[in-house]
């Protein structure tokens, strides 16, 4: 039985799994009102909210679970990468749990957790592709066992800092994951928030910006506006949203330009909010499909899936572009059920279990020492990839 302790972002989420994967408990405390009220997320107020929550969060969490802490077996704790105030209170707080009810302490890796979070609900073997999308990050990711994807994967490691070294020592994956994707400037998730403010579509609370920007496309017509696949001249796996993002404001100016009233229509908002989709979307697709084809031309065996997960992975008119990738490649693509394609505390248990089964609780265990976190961790080795 493990607890998972994330505090990266703006949400205080816990949670307890057992070994037989089942979801004990799980709590996320969202901070979604205060972001409304600041503009966004401000790193010192969450933290607080953190410090704040954090007592409470994790009471709740043994109580729906039924459980005390002498049958916790472990804390699982993100280490990285995120916000440094917000990372720090979490750690303490994980420790300050850990040494009063004598268990031992895991550090994770916080995109690590969401890659794998999928083999929580059933067998993914290795080796497969991990697509990730979320506000923060774009990333396609390869794993496999670790003794195998050296000899395939022979580029030489990136210039690190001796913090980053360390980090990386202390982590210790059971898996040899590279990243043959990359997004080149706004992730998917941030550039579907900015485009949903472009076109004033009301969120609140209860729906963030991409959210309300799916909501908004189902009435509209996906090809009203012509917007340019990006990148479809450039031989690689890499992502951008840049440009496409330029061309929605220069729309949205152009229509508020030629109206009397400076405000776009609810259909000309549908319009422009399905057209994004559409060609975002294929953009993803594109890059999935090159990234299977030049991971099962290069490894010793095929990949056996296409794993995605992170905020928008949730998104059901991206699942439908990846499912017909999936379906050209005869390859099944998997996806956390909703609740568990967002930050939650259930991924962070499940890599400290996955991670005690693999490597032993000895090897992964946390030294009593002063904690120290990681804004930016990236998660395996970096190649450039040049595929047709």
Same mark, same amino acid.
């Given at each position: 039985?493990?607890?998972?302790?994330?505090?990266?972002?703006?949400?205080?989420?816990?949670?307890?799994?057992?070994?037989?994967?089942?979801?004990?408990?799980?709590?996320?405390?969202?901070?979604?009102?205060?972001?409304?009220?600041?503009?966004?997320?401000?790193?010192?107020?969450?933290?607080?909210?953190?410090?704040?929550?954090?007592?409470?969060?994790?009471?709740?969490?043994?109580?729906?679970?039924?459980? !005390?802490?002498? +049958?916790?077996?472990? *804390?699982?704790? %993100?280490?990285?990468?995120? /916000?440094?105030?917000? =990372?720090? #209170?979490?750690?303490?707080?994980?420790?300050?749990?850990?040494?009063?009810?004598?268990?031992?302490?895991?550090?994770?890796?916080?995109?690590?957790?969401?890659?794998?979070?999928?083999?929580?609900?059933?067998?993914?073997?290795?080796?497969?592709?991990?697509?990730?999308?979320?506000?923060?990050?774009?990333?396609?990711?390869?794993?496999?066992?670790?003794?195998?994807?050296?000899?395939?994967?022979?580029?030489?490691?990136?210039?690190?800092?001796?913090?980053?070294?360390?980090?990386?020592?202390?982590?210790? !994956?059971?898996? +040899?994951?590279?990243? *043959?994707?990359? %997004?080149?400037?706004?992730? /998917?998730?941030?550039? =579907?928030? #900015?485009?949903?403010?472009?076109?004033?579509?009301?969120?609140?609370?209860?729906?963030?910006?991409?959210?309300?920007?799916?909501?908004?496309?189902?009435?509209?017509?996906?090809?009203?506006?012509?917007?340019?696949?990006?990148?479809?001249?450039?031989?690689?796996?890499?992502?951008?949203?840049?440009?496409?993002?330029?061309?929605?404001?220069?729309?949205?100016?152009?229509?508020?330009?030629?109206?009397?009233?400076?405000?776009?229509?609810?259909?000309?908002?549908?319009?422009?909010?399905?057209?994004?989709?559409?060609?975002?979307?294929?953009?993803?697709?594109?890059?999935?499909?090159?990234?299977?084809?030049?991971?099962?031309?290069?490894?010793?065996?095929?990949?056996?899936?296409?794993?995605?997960?992170?905020?928008?992975?949730?998104?059901?008119?991206?699942?439908?572009?990846?499912?017909?990738?999936?379906?050209?490649?005869?390859?099944?693509?998997?996806?956390?059920?909703?609740?568990?394609?967002?930050?939650?505390?259930?991924?962070?248990?499940?890599?400290?279990?996955?991670?005690?089964?693999?490597?032993?609780?000895?090897?992964?265990?946390?030294?009593?020492?002063?904690?120290?976190?990681?804004?930016?961790?990236?998660?395996?080795?970096?190649?450039?990839?040049?595929?047709?």
């Amino acid at each position: 039985m493990v607890m998972g302790i994330d505090t990266s972002c703006d949400d205080t989420c816990v949670a307890i799994v057992d070994h037989s994967r089942s979801v004990r408990a799980s709590v996320c405390e969202s901070q979604t009102a205060l972001n409304l009220q600041w503009g966004g997320v401000v790193p010192i107020l969450a933290s607080s909210e953190h410090e704040r929550l954090l007592p409470s969060a994790v009471a709740t969490c043994l109580d729906r679970a039924k459980l !005390s802490w002498q +049958q916790v077996d472990a *804390i699982a704790v %993100t280490q990285g990468p995120g /916000l440094s105030p917000c =990372l720090l #209170k979490g750690m303490r707080y994980a420790r300050s749990c850990a040494r009063d009810h004598a268990l031992p302490l895991l550090h994770v890796h916080h995109l690590e957790a969401h890659a794998l979070v999928a083999r929580m609900f059933g067998d993914v073997p290795a080796p497969f592709l991990t697509l990730l999308v979320s506000g923060g990050h774009c990333q396609l990711l390869l794993a496999q066992e670790r003794q195998s994807v050296e000899s395939v994967f022979d580029a030489p490691p990136s210039p690190r800092s001796s913090t980053a070294s360390s980090a990386l020592q202390l982590h210790r !994956s059971h898996l +040899q994951w590279t990243c *043959i994707g990359n %997004t080149l400037d706004d992730s /998917l998730g941030e550039a =579907l928030d #900015k485009v949903s403010r472009m076109l004033d579509i009301p969120f609140g609370a209860h729906l963030h910006g991409g959210a309300a920007l799916e909501h908004a496309a189902i009435s509209g017509c996906d090809t009203a506006v012509p917007f340019s696949v990006p990148l479809t001249t450039i031989p690689s796996c890499n992502f951008s949203y840049s440009g496409l993002k330029s061309a929605v404001r220069r729309h949205v100016d152009q229509l508020k330009q030629s109206s009397s009233h400076q405000q776009l229509t609810p259909q000309q908002r549908a319009d422009i909010a399905a057209s994004f989709q559409r060609v975002s979307f294929k953009h993803v697709a594109q890059r999935v499909d090159r990234a299977i084809r030049y991971s099962n031309e290069l490894l010793p065996q095929p990949i056996n899936s296409v794993v995605v997960c992170g905020g928008v992975a949730s998104n059901l008119r991206l699942r439908a572009s990846l499912d017909a990738v999936g379906q050209r490649h005869s390859l099944p693509v998997l996806y956390p059920p909703p609740a568990f394609c967002v930050d939650n505390g259930a991924m962070i248990a499940w890599l400290g279990i996955e991670r005690i089964q693999s490597l032993g609780l000895l090897a992964v265990a946390a030294p009593d020492a002063k904690d120290e976190c990681f804004t930016r961790w990236p998660l395996g080795n970096q190649v450039a990839v040049s595929h047709k």
